[in-house]
């Protein structure tokens, strides 16, 4: 417990895993306040919007209560800090807009609509993808035609100038970085969406903000109440004694997680870069703060809130501060806030930990979205090595989450490539997990003989000699080499690696993303090296901004462009009009062969088998063990459009998808 955190008492917190004592309490608790928040709200909306409030805060109070007294209930002023995060959750109700509240209904109505096949989503920085909020706008045609239904733009908050670690140091929740707009022009930009079918998803920064928030600044004037909104130390006693359990996460940046403050005379706790500091949620009024931050950004349209680096919300000595329950618990605390006051809005987790500690976070009552950085990992890990068996090994045990949730799928994003898999998946395929990761590097590096890429390094250990990946989808494929090395036969292979992976993300469980530019095939830009803002950091080898003139390119299916872009586009419409990939579970199967991929969708009304061939050789499934699954000997292929009779084998060419129904139904 940090030195300056708020004051406890010795109040017995023993209860907090006996349902009947918290249910109780709960009921007593909601009964005492309830008069309060009455008379302080009831009259400022209609009797049946308010009853129809009252409905959900005594639905959802019971969870709530049960997470903040697990948190805060030693503390002497619990039930003020309860009747405070209760005020705000109601004060920010009154202020949601009633469009916002009419969306509300509709997704209570279809509490499932984000498992739905017709769910498509895209990620972009505002900058790079159109100029500003303003000029986005003029864009959302574009994603249309895509078939876009849920757009993720890169933070846009208020940084620092200079380094601001790409936008998540946010010195202000409320305003947006001039740059790009205004918080009106955000507004009517999510309106906009909204208006078309897409959904607006937001990153919230909440572990940390940067050291020019006003609360950091007023912390650094001396501000005793706002020092205890972070974690501070006079002397690094304290600062060691969690270095000693912690790994350090930006070694190249700073060593350890502390940064000293020479105005301050204090130790600040600082995970990632020096200018972020960690908010300390062991103070109830964080949690009131953030909860507030975060329903006024519901109120401007975002409808999907990106939770940006949950897992290290909570410290606790002796223990390397990750994946804590209290972190799981103040989560669930935002997701019944939500909840109760801005119910059309959904929680996606964003967590690069071990695959097992990332479904942890997902759960209808925590986080019902995910990315899924594992999958992600193992698609590039296939194609490597032509292999499909750790990717089989991840996807049997770790797709299938809880229901009404659902994962975020992708193959690049603005981040690096990080091999974030578990080391059982790659050791079912017989690889050596430290080995086989310093690999994946060499080739998607292009330092290994067999390799098709072009990327570089990311924060490379020295000292270990791991490191991550950067580069676009189409370079990594192989698109890049080929053109650089005028080889058709090799640029055909190459764009046949980008549709199958996305195939995958299209056609298994969960939601695609594209990392927009991925659907023209955009190059890798080495041009960033010759900005001294850039130069050091090669995930701007794969940031580049928008090539407009490309996409002119796009109908073109004469062109690399119009080749991936109408083959994306195939892939996106099947899902669409396919009911097997609606509200179903991914159900993996050992096609017999190691390079080639299979699994099952199905509904009541439904069934697929999807393959897929991971090598750049004709491969072979012997027939009888597609009887064995369930298959006939004639059946359709969804994706190419034809009819398949398969009496002793299926052959596949290179890097084939295969979508295929049974001939009569399922």
Same mark, same amino acid.
């Given at each position: ?47 049946? *919007? ?26 002497? #002023? ?21 469009? %916002? ?24 920085? /505002? ?31 208020? =940084?620092?100038?200079?380094?601001? #670690?790409? &936008? ?12 790009? $707009? ?6 009517? %930009? ?20 940067? #050291? ?9 004037? $001396?501000?005793? *109440? ?10 690094? @006693? ?14 190249? #940046? ?38 507030? *931050? ?152 292009? @330092? ?30 192989? =698109? ?29 469980? $969960? ?7 991925? @659907? ?6 080495? &041009? ?7 130069? $050091? ?15 002119? %390119? ?5 062109? /690399? ?30 096609? &017999?062969?190691?390079? =080639? ?65 049974? =001939?009569?139904?399922?």
């Amino acid at each position: 417990m940090p030195r300056n955190a708020a004051p406890v008492t010795g109040f017995p917190t023993g209860m907090d895993d006996d349902p009947v004592w918290l249910n109780e309490h709960a009921a007593s608790s909601l009964r005492r306040l309830l008069p309060r928040i009455e008379a302080r709200f009831r009259e400022e909306t209609e009797p049946a *919007e308010w009853d129809a409030y009252l409905g959900r805060l005594k639905t959802h109070f019971p969870r709530l209560f049960a997470h903040l007294h697990a948190l805060y209930g030693h503390q002497y #002023d619990f039930f003020y800090h309860l009747e405070g995060i209760l005020a705000s959750a109601t004060e920010m109700w009154l202020q949601r807009p009633g469009e %916002l509240k009419a969306l509300d209904g509709l997704r209570e109505a279809d509490p499932h609509w984000h498992e739905s096949n017709r769910m498509v989503g895209a990620m972009c920085y /505002v900058d790079l993808f159109a100029g500003d909020l303003e000029k986005l706008r003029e864009k959302i045609s574009y994603l249309a035609e895509l078939g876009i239904t849920c757009l993720h733009l890169m933070p846009l908050f208020s =940084v620092p100038e200079g380094d601001n #670690d790409g &936008g998540y140091a946010v010195s202000d929740y409320r305003e947006v970085d001039p740059s790009l $707009g205004t918080m009106d022009q955000l507004r009517e %930009l999510a309106t906009d969406l909204r208006h078309r079918g897409i959904s607006l998803i937001l990153d919230f920064v909440f572990n940390h903000t940067s #050291d020019e928030h006003r609360w950091a600044k007023r912390a650094v004037s $001396g501000d005793r *109440e706002h020092q205890g909104f972070y974690y501070m130390f006079p002397d690094r @006693e304290m600062p060691d004694a969690f270095e000693a359990h912690m790994p350090e996460v930006f070694f190249e #940046d700073h060593p350890g997680a502390f940064t000293y403050q020479p105005r301050l005379r204090k130790w600040v706790w600082t995970t990632f870069h020096t200018y972020q500091w960690d908010l300390n949620y062991q103070n109830p009024v964080v949690l009131n703060r953030m909860t507030e *931050e975060m329903l006024f950004l519901a109120n401007q349209g975002v409808e999907i809130v990106r939770l940006d680096a949950v897992a290290f919300l909570w410290k606790r000595l002796g223990t390397n501060c990750q994946n804590l329950p209290e972190a799981h618990r103040i989560i669930q605390a935002f997701n019944a806030v939500a909840a109760i006051a801005a119910p059309g809005t959904l929680l996606l987790s964003e967590a690069i930990v071990h695959p097992d500690e990332v479904r942890k976070y997902i759960a209808v009552d925590e986080c019902p979205l995910s990315y899924n950085p594992e999958l992600m990992a193992l698609l590039w890990d296939a194609l490597a090595t032509r292999d499909v068996r750790a990717l089989r090994e991840s996807m049997g045990k770790r797709m299938g989450i809880p229901p009404g949730c659902t994962w975020l799928n992708y193959v690049r994003c603005h981040d690096d490539i990080g091999w974030a898999f578990a080391d059982e998946a790659v050791e079912a395929a017989g690889f050596d997990p430290r080995e086989h990761r310093r690999f994946l590097t060499a080739f998607y590096t292009g @330092e290994h003989s067999a390799s098709f890429a072009r990327g570089e390094p990311f924060q490379v250990d020295a000292r270990t000699g791991d490191a991550r990946v950067s580069g676009t989808c189409a370079s990594l494929a192989g =698109v890049e080499r080929a053109l650089e090395e005028g080889d058709e036969e090799a640029l055909e292979l190459a764009i046949r690696r980008i549709l199958l992976i996305h195939g995958i993300i299209i056609t298994t469980t $969960g939601i695609p993303l594209l990392y927009l530019g991925d @659907e023209i095939a955009t190059l890798n830009d080495p &041009g960033y090296a010759h900005d001294p803002d850039k130069l $050091g950091d090669s995930r701007w080898l794969h940031r580049s901004a928008f090539d407009w003139k490309r996409a002119e %390119l796009r109908h073109d299916t004469g062109s /690399v462009p119009g080749r991936v872009y109408h083959g994306l586009l195939r892939l996106l419409q099947l899902r669409k009009h396919t009911q097997a990939f609606h509200c179903s579970e991914t159900e993996v199967a050992d096609s &017999g062969n190691k390079h =080639v991929l299979g699994f099952f969708r199905s509904t009541d009304d439904d069934m697929v088998f999807v393959l897929a061939n991971f090598s750049e050789t004709e491969q072979r499934l012997d027939a009888r063990r597609l009887r064995q699954m369930g298959m006939r000997k004639t059946f359709v292929d969804l994706y190419a459009g034809r009819t398949i009779t398969a009496t002793t084998e299926l052959v596949f060419e290179p890097y084939q998808l295969m979508v295929l129904r049974r =001939v009569g139904g399922p």
